[in-house]
């Protein structure tokens, strides 16, 4: 969790965390990180992790508003509830968050950070034909009507 938590740092400190929040959140949930010396930092967290590293390192509830939060009506005493229900709006496994994950891909690498690409970016093995299924026909004698 250290080393997530020192990308969360790194990114907010370069000015990345700004307008890519959402991809931030999908990276430090659903992708391995490690070092460039290939230091293996994080596999992934849960979401109460994440929510509890935003309240530690005192992340601006404003970013909240990238994904549709209002921060006067979420939680405002409580800043790891209002974490958690941001990351909830969020939807940290959808296409948007994947295309903005890859968008910090590269400005993360330049801070000693590698991202792992995500299984649905991985190419998919080529699948097996499968032969036709054949039907047996219908006996006519069943079809016939009686007179």
Known sequence: ?????????????????????????????????SKLDGT????????????TLLKTLRYDIELGREVGADPDTLSPRD???YWYAVIAMAH???????????????????????????PSSLPTPAKEKSKPVVKPKEDEKGKKKKK
Do not use: N, Q
Request: hydrophobic share 50%; aromatic share 4%; charged share 25%.
């Open 1 to 33: 969790m250290d080393g997530i938590r020192d990308l969360l740092e790194a990114a907010r400190t370069a000015g990345l965390a700004a307008g890519r929040f959402r991809g931030l959140l999908h990276i430090a949930i659903g992708r391995s990180v």
């Open 92 to 118: 940290v496994d959808s296409a948007e968050a994947v295309t903005a994950a890859e968008k910090l891909v590269g400005p993360l690498k330049d801070l000693g950070y590698v991202v792992a690409l995500t």
């Open 79 to 81: 800043r790891e509830r």
């Open 40 to 51: 293996k930092l994080s596999a992934g967290l849960t979401w109460r992790e994440v929510a």
